[in-house]
């Protein structure tokens, strides 16, 4: 089955880490995505991986995927009021063209 | 270089009418896939168009139908519109999968609110 989960809720510090967790179920997908959300606004790009990769490091933002658990991980450095948003993790299905997306994980960043 | 740009921003229907929204993709993608995300939720997956045609369809009814021009542009078209229609439409562009991976872009949406 096709099916995304993602915790719903991360409250941080600002200036800490921020790491949101993305389970998945379809084994064949061969790129996962982060997108941000920003209120009244449409999805923003942020970064993806390939599924034969471990990491992928850009810039504050590190994506982990352990394809053995299908588990996949946006850890979001030095965060910021900016960052503020949900951010949404999707899978793309081999032989499919459509994106998969969980419910979203709102970010809260407080002072 | 332009994004992907979605008319109208926001649309008040009742229910039983019909609506059209509108797609024109980024800069130099051919296909055109979209979404509906109801409040709270995640986008769901509607259909895509490439060539003019659609070439994959979501669990979604047949009120719900689309359209691409040569140019690359599209119109999603909902019928006998009901109260759970009310969501933000998404569009999103991308290069035609040939094997290789094609991010989607998206646009901001158009708001649809059913009354």
């Known amino acids: 089955g096709e099916d995304v989960e993602q915790s719903l809720f991360l409250s941080v510090r600002e200036g800490d880490s921020s790491v949101i967790n993305c389970t998945y179920t379809?084994?064949?997908?061969?790129?996962l995505y982060w997108y941000k959300q920003e209120p009244g606004a449409g999805l923003q790009l942020l970064t993806y991986?390939?599924?034969?990769?471990d990491m992928k490091q850009d810039q504050r933002l590190t994506v982990l995927l352990n394809k053995k658990d299908k588990h996949l991980s946006l850890r979001i450095a030095d965060t910021q009021t900016g960052d503020s948003a949900i951010y949404f993790c999707?899978?793309?299905?081999?032989?499919?063209?459509?994106?998969?997306f969980g419910a979203g994980t709102r970010l809260a960043v407080h002072p | 270089d332009a994004g992907v740009t979605q008319s109208p921003t926001h649309l008040i229907k009742t229910r039983g009418q019909q609506v059209t929204l509108r797609c024109s993709p980024k800069?130099?993608?051919?296909?055109v896939s979209w979404y509906q995300q109801a409040l709270g939720q995640g986008p769901q997956f509607i259909f895509q168009?490439?060539?003019?045609?659609?070439?994959q369809r979501g669990n979604f009814p047949d009120r719900f139908s689309g359209h691409q021009f040569p140019n690359y542009s599209s119109e999603l078209n909902v019928n006998a519109l009901l109260l759970g229609d009310s969501a933000l439409y998404l569009c999103?562009?991308?290069?035609?999968?040939?094997?290789?991976?094609?991010?989607?872009?998206f646009g901001d949406g158009t708001r649809l609110s059913i009354l």
């Open positions: 800069s130099g993608h051919d296909t």
């Open positions: 999103a562009s991308s290069l035609a999968d040939r094997g290789g991976n094609q991010p989607q872009h």
């Open positions: 999707a899978e793309s299905p081999l032989g499919y063209n459509k994106l998969i």
């Open positions: 991986i390939f599924s034969n990769m």
């Open positions: 379809d084994s064949s997908s061969t790129y």
């Open positions: 168009y490439y060539e003019e045609e659609e070439r």
